[in-house]
């Protein structure tokens, strides 16, 4: 399962998270340039058990490095594909939880995730000397928060049937419970101070997620979110979105709704849909044209249900401008 993003759209663009996404691409690329010195940088950089359990390895360490790896073990990564599945899951699930709590609470609330990842695989793989890298720790404690706050939500997920993709909108809580279940079914079967998928960063990062979201919720507000808010108030909605037919109109034509911004509505702009139950496999392009009015019809021809002699009705989108 590969999922695409949610269904929940969020008010203002995630300013933080896009930020945690670019330093860790850019700490990625210092990474790989260094050659022959990249073993060495890992161990200085990443979370070693080890440095702090064996005083003869913490001997070689001063107190700043061994604080400071709390912090940037997470932006280290194994791999292409390591940093490529962290910050996708970081894009779609991030910009929700950054909504919710503010770009200042949400940037604190994500390094003490990350921390708390650390600090759980420490503790649980005590002596080993194998670096603990990566930003998963901490997006699990995003993918924690957002369990707890958009349980209804759905996560448009691809699903490769053999060579054919199939996309399904699957409940958040169901995905991300899933995701939780199997950390859980890896720790366990996973030996203590092995090497591979640190899992049990993965799952103290996703229950302290729930825990601090909780706790961000009582304290009083700074007053700073909505004047961030402002300057950060999304100017296009999600160019991929999932239409769902509105009802059964006794014909082949098929009535959905898109959704775009006041900012959308006056330049123009083109999304890509897809419409469960109809065209389940396949990704619909649709144009928006410039100064476009709220309840305007679409018109996508043969893209509506199948009639019997072979021909197709139409897709008709209702525009619906909102943010």
């Not at 448009?156 to 054919?164: A, E, G, N």
């Not at 006041?262 to 410039?290: C, D, M, N």
């Not at 100064?291 to 139409?314: A, I, M």
Request: with cysteine.
């Amino acid at each position: 399962m590969i999922p695409l993003r949610d269904t929940t759209p969020s008010r203002s663009y995630p300013v933080v998270t896009m930020t945690i996404i670019v330093v860790n691409v850019v700490v990625y690329l210092i990474e790989i340039g260094q050659g022959p010195n990249l073993d060495r940088f890992v161990y200085l950089y990443g979370l070693v058990p080890a440095r702090y359990s064996v005083p003869q390895i913490a001997a070689y360490f001063s107190p700043f490095q061994q604080a400071f790896s709390f912090i940037s073990f997470m932006f280290l990564h194994g791999g292409f594909w390591h940093l490529l599945g962290n910050i996708w899951f970081l894009y779609i699930f991030g910009d929700n939880v950054e909504d919710h709590l503010g770009s200042l609470r949400y940037l604190v609330f994500y390094f003490l995730c990350g921390i708390s990842s650390g600090v759980a695989q420490l503790f649980l793989s005590w002596h080993a000397n194998i670096p603990t890298i990566g930003a998963s720790g901490a997006i699990a404690g995003v993918m924690g928060a957002y369990f707890l706050l958009y349980p209804r939500a759905r996560v448009l997920t691809l699903v490769p049937i053999i060579i054919i993709p199939f996309f399904f909108e699957i409940p958040a809580y169901f995905f991300l419970a899933l995701w939780f279940v199997m950390q859980f079914m890896g720790a366990t079967a996973t030996r203590a101070g092995a090497g591979g998928v640190a899992w049990w960063a993965h799952i103290g990062g996703f229950v302290f997620g729930m825990l601090l979201v909780k706790a961000f919720d009582l304290l009083p507000s700074m007053g700073v979110a909505p004047r961030v808010r402002r300057v950060t108030a999304r100017k296009k909605s999600n160019r991929l979105q999932v239409v769902h037919p509105d009802g059964d109109h006794g014909d082949a034509d098929v009535y959905g709704t898109i959704v775009i911004t006041p900012f959308e509505a006056l330049t123009g702009t083109q999304k890509v849909v897809t419409v469960p139950g109809i065209h389940s496999r396949r990704l619909i392009r649709v144009t928006v044209p410039p100064d476009v009015k709220e309840g305007t019809v679409l018109r996508l021809r043969g893209l509506g249900r199948s009639l019997p002699d072979g021909t197709r009705g139409d897709l008709m989108l209702r525009v619906h401008i909102a943010f």
